[in-house]
């Protein structure tokens, strides 16, 4: 009997190293296939990181850029380094480690989430917000509204301002819930009729996210994003924040004071979530495989849902889309928040990424477009 019992376990044990061995080999074999052109060898690499050292330090000294930046191209990591600091105060040099709010390249993972959500059959992009938040008052709105910005929801940073009274007392998701559900706050545009970006919508994604999944938005990233992918400094925002330091970056005003959080941080979905570079590239680098969803679910997920014509950038599910000067077409996001400015940009042709996180919003971001000069040359100026 004895026999038969560890007989019986080592055949579930090699069942279960089967099918993690299947779901590796079915990951690569799933992972999207770049081809890396001759030109780039290590001496191609190492005149590119020297350019871009070169920009970064320029930003840095004479731009007051200070933050951490990490850059691919064909999937391999051709520059990081960080620069300036964490606290201006207590003089905490910043690292490629350090965490950053992400203000609105959080958006992605919320995005994320809807999607795992929708591959298991949890919910449809089509269904309306009442199917998942009875108490929502507004009809006629959907999920894929939310996700592509076209609910005409009013800016809950707006009108919490004026209707939340104790801005001592953090606000959370439910709050800005029942504040629309007892005051109905005027829509900017009916659903449907065009886009304007919405912080309201994705704040509402998360509370879906939370409704659906049974826990904690927090916990569902955790549990189904960050833990997978082994993404080890990234979480979302929580009161105990400051204990995190100084493995977390203090966010700054333009002239280097601090900014201390509000009312409005507790807040997620359409900001909150904190991560490192390095973290990020990981999220780069998984958003190639089936690790999260599926290719196919991706696709949608970067393709552009703006009707409007005669308009060069587009939006997705949590990405802006838009074509570079060279030609190629690039899905990106930018965040600004309380003291952070940050910037996420993939290019899918040559597997190229520009991760910046900043921790003072000074205008510098505005430069970045010598960074992408760099990694994506103009070919007709060049010749």
Known sequence: M????????????????????????????????????????????????????????????????????????????????????????????????????????????????????????????EDSVQQHLPQFPYRGITIRQLLTHRSGLPNYTYFSDKLWSDRNKAITNDDVLHLMEAHQPQVYYQPGTRFDYSNTGYFLLASIVEKVAGMPFS????????????????????????????????????????????????????????????????????LYTNKLVKQETLREAFTGSRLERKKEEDYGFGWRIRPLDNGDTVVYHGGLWHGYATYLQRNPKDHSALIVLSNVPNGSFRHLKEVQQVLYPDKNKAE
Request: with cysteine; proline share 3%; charged share 20%.
């Open 219 to 286: 916990t569902y990233l955790e549990q189904h994003v960050f833990s997978p992918l082994h993404m080890n400094h990234t979480f979302t925002y929580n009161q105990s924040i400051a204990e995190k330091a100084p493995n977390v970056a203090t966010g700054h005003t333009g002239g280097r004071r601090k900014r201390s959080p509000d009312y409005l941080d507790t807040v997620l979905g359409d900001k909150g979530i904190y991560s490192t570079v390095e973290d990020l590239y990981k999220w780069d680098q998984a």
């Open 2 to 125: 004895l026999f038969l019992t560890f007989v019986a376990c080592q055949d579930t044990s090699r069942e279960e190293k089967q099918k993690q061995e299947d779901t590796v080999a079915n990951q690569l074999e799933s992972r999207q296939q770049v081809q890396v052109p001759a030109s780039f060898t290590p001496a191609y690499i190492h005149q590119l990181n020297i350019k871009l050292d070169s920009v970064f330090s320029y930003l840095h000294k004479k731009k007051g850029f200070n933050g951490a930046v990490l850059v691919t191209k064909y999937d391999q990591v051709i520059y990081k380094g960080a620069f300036g600091y964490a606290d201006f105060q207590r003089k905490d040099t910043l690292r490629t480690h350090t965490a950053f709010q992400l203000a609105s390249v959080s958006k992605q993972f919320t995005a994320m989430a809807i999607m795992l959500l929708k591959e298991q059959g949890k919910l449809t992009y």
